[in-house]
Every structure is written in C-alpha cells, then in structure tokens.
C-alpha cells in the first residue's frame, strides 16, 4: 500500500531563517505531488504541485519554492523566512492521470511551522 | 477559480446524532473529494464523488452536479467524528490546464459531544 511520509512534525524558526520541509511517498511510482498551505481559519490553499522530476508549477508568488529531485520526492523551501510564512503545511499525493481511481488526493500527517 | 462554499461553518452535536453537512460550488465540476481532518490534522480522503450517492459505514454522500451542491451525512455520530470536515472541487474549465488543482472550502467544524 501507498504512505506518504512528511517531516518535521512541528519546527520554530526565526524570522530570516532558511526552511526546508520534506515529503516522500512510497509504494507508487510517478505520483503527482502537492504541497498546501493551511493558515489560521481553517482553508488549504495550494501552494505547488507537481507532475514528474523537475517539474513545478507555483499556484501563488510568494516567499516559498519547491524542488522534486527524486521521483517520490518533494521539498519545500525559503532563503529567508517571514512571519507570514507561519501555517500548516501538508504535502499531498494522487496517482497520475484522470478518473476516480488516480484523482483522490492522499495528505501526509503536516508540519506545524511556527516564524517567530 | 471556482467558489466552494461549506455550511454550517459550526456544528455540536450529542453523540448518536444524525448531520448533515453541505458543500455548494459555483461552476461544474469533474472532481469532488470530502475529507475529515481530526483534531491532530491529519486529513483522510472519505469520498471521491463528482456525481452520484456512495456510502461508506455511517458516512454517505450525494453530489447533484446539474445543481452545483453535494451533502455529506454522517449517522449516528461518534465522539472520533469531530474534526474539520472539507470539501474540494475541481471545476472543468480548468481540466487540462492545470492538474489536480482542488478548491477547498473552509470547512465544518463538528464537534460530537458524549
């Protein structure tokens, strides 16, 4: 069966600091991957996704990157961090191509990021 | 994009309840998910249904596409079902342009007391 792991759990990093979060999906191969944003009150916004190595598409600018430099690997990064960048962020995965079996989305357990 | 509207935004109920949850949108749709999030955050898909009734346990749902809602149910309702339900959408006028791109609505927080 298909896991998604996601770390760290919780992380506090100051203002200015560099981030880096990690996904990584086993059991499936060339999975679309995702990563979102969930702020205070609750809604996901998407922030990049992904459909093979190397490839990224950003939904909003914003002070965030992503990488994909394995296959069932996706980072989320920041050069400097802001307060602003504070929020849950979940890494999601879904298998390739349309249709009920490939479209579910599968959320990993979230990192808690606190910029103080 | 499309619009994800989620009502009520609050729900308490006692335990053995019955709910109904309700996710309206703006536009068609391709893809339609609910999720429950608990209260560690931890988000599980529940249903794939851009169309059509499925059930699952105690939980079922009905999307009416023509009518741009979907209701999500949730019978005799149990302390380990509180937590952020959501909905997400796909709107077909951004099938092909952009992949897998879910809209979420803002939630219903239901909290099942004993």
């Known amino acids: 069966s298909q896991t998604i792991h996601q770390w760290p759990a919780t992380l506090v990093q100051p203002v200015g600091s560099p981030l880096s979060l990690e996904c990584t999906v086993e059991?499936?191969?060339?999975?679309?991957l995702y990563w979102y944003r969930q702020a205070a009150g609750r809604g996901l916004q998407l922030l990049f996704y992904?459909?093979?190595?190397?490839?990224i598409s950003s939904e909003v600018p914003q002070n965030l990157s992503a990488s994909r430099p394995q296959d069932r690997q996706f980072i989320l990064s920041s050069k400097k961090l802001l307060l602003s960048d504070s929020g849950f962020y979940l890494c999601?995965?879904?298998?390739?191509?349309?249709?009920?079996?490939?479209?579910?989305?599968?959320f990993g357990s979230g990192t808690q990021l606190s910029v103080l | 994009g499309i619009q994800v509207e989620q009502s009520p935004p609050d729900l308490i109920l006692q335990e053995g309840a019955n709910s109904t949850l309700r996710c309206n949108f703006s536009?068609?749709?391709?893809?339609l998910q609910w999720f429950h999030q608990n209260p560690w955050g931890q988000l599980i898909n529940l249903f794939y249904?851009?169309?059509g009734t499925k059930q699952n346990g105690r939980l079922s749902a009905t999307t009416v596409a023509t009518e741009r809602y979907s209701l999500l149910y949730i019978s005799s309702s149990q302390t380990t079902d509180s937590g952020v339900y959501f909905c997400?959408?796909?709107?077909?006028?951004?099938?092909?342009?952009?992949?897998?791109?879910?809209?979420f609505g803002r939630g219903t927080q239901l909290t099942v007391w004993p």
């Open positions: 992904s459909v093979g190595i190397g490839q």
């Open positions: 059991g499936t191969s060339n999975p679309n």
């Open positions: 249904i851009p169309s």
């Open positions: 536009d068609s749709v391709n893809n």
């Open positions: 997400a959408v796909e709107g077909m006028a951004d099938r092909g342009s952009t992949l897998g791109r879910l809209y």
């Open positions: 999601a995965w879904s298998k390739r191509g349309w249709g009920p079996t490939n479209e579910k989305l599968f």
